[in-house]
């Protein structure tokens, strides 16, 4: 269940609820298996929101009740986990199931799996296209997100070619905000964001896109701000089994769009990482064993 099957439905719906309806939306967007799993009431406080509210959702939604929507979710969990072998835990040291490593690094893994599923192998598929074709390339994040922008920009770099400049803008990065000034028509800013988002990067994505810039959006929902400034986003989760929000998704997603952005090149992409390897080695970046 990459979605939920309320997910189109939610998106279009998004911006005429009233806001503590739109929390709760946002929860079934996000949460899709919680939503199969939990009940109304958990659900509703894992959300910050009352059950009436819940209950209040699925009546805009057309249904009788939130057991409906519930009933709807847990089919399509069944549906995509029939067949799928259960994990079974490992008993170490007396303790039964798996350690918190195992946890989050199993939750990490199906995470990025799920990248590659046909509707998110699209939305990278169209993002690589717009990027393989633009005359400059921008990264722009900030706070957590700010080495996955400058990450991009690295491997990018390995293979542009041409005139064609890679630039990671920020705040904190080697270029400011300016150096999107003259940014317009023919350039691409990537953008990424996760919950809470930082308001200048939906600023500046905002007043790229009016400049004419292809804005492309790596975020955590279908209705974050973002996705509905990009002219192409991918959506990645950021939920953890952890205490705190995780970028590995995010990560993954960029070097998923750099490949797949690399094939699309004109240039050749292997020759070019392995010059600019050849180049830094020769400026003694690399650290080499004494002889």
């Known amino acids: 269940m990459e979605k939920g099957p309320l997910a189109e439905l939610l998106a279009e719906r998004f911006e005429t609820m009233p806001p503590q309806l739109r929390i709760a939306a946002r929860f079934v967007l996000d949460h899709p298996k919680d939503v199969a799993l939990m009940s109304m009431r958990e659900q509703a406080q894992q959300a910050g929101v009352s059950h009436s509210t819940m209950m209040r959702l699925a009546r805009w939604l057309g249904l009788e009740g939130y057991e409906d929507m519930r009933s709807l979710y847990a089919r399509a969990l069944r549906e995509t986990t029939a067949g799928l072998p259960a994990r079974q835990g490992i008993e170490r040291d007396g303790d039964v199931g798996f350690s918190t490593a195992g946890v989050v690094a199993d939750s990490l893994a199906a995470q990025i799996s799920s990248l590659g ?116 986003a991918i959506i990645v989760t950021s939920n953890s089994q952890s205490f705190f929000r995780s970028m590995v998704p995010a990560f993954a997603a960029v070097e998923i769009l750099a490949a797949l952005t690399a094939a699309r090149s004109e240039t050749n992409a292997v020759e070019r990482v392995k010059q600019s390897e050849e180049q830094l080695a020769a400026f003694g970046i690399y650290w080499k064993p004494p002889r």
Do not use: C, W
């Open 117 to 232: 599923e046909y509707g998110n192998a699209m939305q990278f598929i169209a993002a690589a296209e717009l990027v393989a074709g633009s005359r400059n390339v921008f990264g722009l994040g900030l706070r957590s997100a700010y080495p996955v922008a400058s990450h991009f920009v690295d491997i990018m770099s390995f293979v542009a070619g041409g005139d064609r400049k890679v630039v990671l803008v920020g705040e904190t990065a080697g270029q400011g905000l300016e150096a999107l000034r003259h940014a317009g028509r023919g350039d691409v800013l990537l953008a990424i964001g996760m919950l809470p988002y930082e308001r200048t990067t939906i600023e500046v994505a905002r007043q790229s896109a009016r400049q004419g810039v292809g804005v492309v959006a790596i975020t955590d929902s279908s209705v974050s701000p973002l996705t509905r400034i990009a002219r192409e």
